[in-house]
């Protein structure tokens, strides 16, 4: 048999399609003691994660129930092998990025304080909005209360398969889609990360769906905002440290853009910090992948690499090759 830790506060209903050979050990929070165990499957909450690792012996293969594993290596060490959840988070991301898209175009924000206002009145304030997002369009009648997403045209700077998902779901919105990734392809038409300075100057609407590396740390900074169209759209359903905060804020204090984000740095984001104050920009706090459905497809996929660990055959997830 193989012992697999799992967090205790999973219900052990949605365990039932774990593959034969496979002795499920529940853990729970403010463990404090050791357990031997084959595999460990962490709490989806870092920090109870951490604390529970440091009670954990003989563990091989990790399996996240997250796509995002950044915090792993560094606390599991070199000699472990890691998985990520990959697909487990598509619906609800990709979801979350359509809805932020229209939250902005909407200004369902807006409209939310003036619902609480009571005062009709001050739709005219959408006109407003527009003018200042978007000066060079000059008077327009009747005044704009909203924008369109059809015909947009829209960046999506990274093409995994939550990217994917992102595509499927505006294609029925007629927009024209770029796409960017760290390595070109065709079929779909993907372009290099390095051709992105010359791709920003087109787009209404920005979406960044990257995983966090050295390489995507702080990709959107200043000069890239400074590239961007007037008024155009920033999507962060990624990593916060992937957009550099200081920049994002100057830009929008500046009104040069907008922004909706489901993920900042530092995280979580402090009372005071100047973000929520910013004009232009719609936050949610790092809730994009959850759904009352996540758990069921997270622990699919881990159920999937568990049958292939047991079995010998290769896995599909593999952000780190133990050594």
Known sequence: MVRVGYPARIDASLLSGMPVGAEMVPLEAGLDHDVNLDVWI???????????????????????????????????????????ARGAHNVATAE??????????????????????????RRKEAAELFARLHPDEGAIYPPVMQEELAGRKVLMVGYGSIGKDIER??????????????????????????????LLPDADIVILILPLTPESHGLIGAREMSLMKQGALLV????????????????????????????????????????W??????????????????????????A????????????????????
């Open 42 to 84: 962490p709490d989806a909450l870092t920090p109870r994660a951490k604390e529970i690792w440091q009670h954990l012996r003989g563990v091989k293969l990790v399996l996240s129930l997250m796509a995002g594993t950044e915090w792993i290596p560094e606390t599991v060490g070199p000699h472990v092998t890691i998985c990520n």
């Open 96 to 121: 979350w990025t359509v809805a932020a898209i229209f939250t902005s175009l909407k200004y369902v924000p807006l409209y939310c304080e003036i619902q609480a206002s009571g005062n009709w009145k």
């Open 169 to 198: 779901m505006l294609a029925p919105f007629d927009v024209e889609l770029m796409r960017v990734a760290r390595t070109a392809r065709t079929e779909p038409m993907v372009q290099s990360v390095s051709e992105l300075d010359a």
């Open 236 to 275: 962060n359903a990624a990593r916060g440290p992937v957009v550099q905060t200081d920049a994002l804020v100057g830009a929008l204090n500046a009104g040069r853009i907008r922004a909706a984000i489901d993920v900042t740095d530092p995280e979580p984001l402090p009372e005071g910090h100047p973000l």
């Open 277 to 302: 104050k910013c004009p232009n920009l719609y936050i949610t706090p790092h809730i994009g992948g959850s759904s009352p459905r996540f758990m069921q497809r997270a622990l699919k996929v881990v």
């Open 304 to 323: 999937g690499e568990l049958e292939r660990y047991i079995q010998g055959e290769p896995l599909e997830n593999v952000v780190q090759a133990a050594i």
